[in-house]
């Protein structure tokens, strides 16, 4: 009887250590930054594989980077919370890899893209919707004023009504809004060679087909790796993405 009761004590010590393994678990996540090339090659891409490595480490989410498309199944995909579209440019995935990312989505996995994910996959009309744009063309790199539309998203609560800061600024061939919920537009006047008039979103978040979708058009220059505040924008369009409301 003694046994069998100390049986028992151990039985249920063995699954509070499980359940509380996977609390703890829970709390780590990844994400997968992918920053392959086929068209123009960013500089910057390695500044922003670090900065968002050191993101991950201060807000405890791992944060795996690769160039590898083979890469791209769905068996693969899934143990990441997010997959981060960093500058890629041109014809990045296959049929296969393509198939995989979109089951990825339908699942509920995030996608976050920044800057020239934009300039990617001009042949693949799904992937065109989940970005919500394609670029189209840019004018030379200058400081301009981004409106922040919405106060409350994580990726833009943190940052003033006016926003001020030099990037490369995107063009796109359409107004993504009314697909896409606007985060940020870009004010025309404060800067040339913008063509969207009035509404230019240069900011955005949305829904699509069972998944998340978080694009930002800033991320051109190596500095902007630096900047505290495109940082955090970044950060809380991982988080958004990734399903994972808190921040630290
Ligand atoms: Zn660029």
Do not use: C
Not at 124 to 133: C, K, Q, R
Not at 162 to 179: I, M, V
């Amino acid at each position: 009887m003694i046994i069998l009761k100390l049986l028992k004590h151990l039985a249920s010590l063995f699954l509070l250590v499980v359940i509380l393994g996977t609390s703890l678990h829970s709390q780590t996540f990844k994400v997968l930054i992918f920053s392959k090339t086929e068209g123009f090659r960013h500089s910057s891409i390695s500044n922003g594989i670090r900065a968002i490595e050191q993101l991950g480490q201060i807000n405890d989410f791992i944060v795996d980077a690769t160039e590898d498309a083979s890469l791209f199944s769905y068996d693969n995909l899934k143990e990441f919370k997010a997959i981060i579209f960093l500058s890629t440019t041109g014809d990045v995935l296959n049929q296969n890899q393509q198939d995989a990312f979109e089951r990825y989505i339908r699942n509920g996995g995030g996608f976050i893209g920044i800057h020239a994910a934009s300039d990617t996959e001009y042949d693949w009309p799904w992937y065109g919707e989940l970005v919500g744009a394609y670029f189209d063309s840019h004018p030379a790199i200058q400081t301009a004023t981004i409106e922040i539309a919405d106060h409350i998203h994580p990726s833009t609560k943190h940052l003033p009504e006016y926003w001020q800061r030099t990037d490369e600024w995107y063009n796109y061939n359409k107004n993504p809004r009314g697909q896409v919920h606007v985060l940020a537009t870009l004010d025309e006047n404060s800067y040339s060679g913008g063509n969207m008039g009035h509404d230019h979103p240069i900011a955005w978040m949305h829904e699509f087909d069972g998944g998340r979708s978080w694009y930002t058009g800033g991320g051109h220059t190596e500095a902007s790796y630096t900047e505290p505040d495109f940082l955090k924008h970044i950060l809380g369009g991982i988080l958004y993405a990734s399903g994972e409301s808190s921040e630290k």
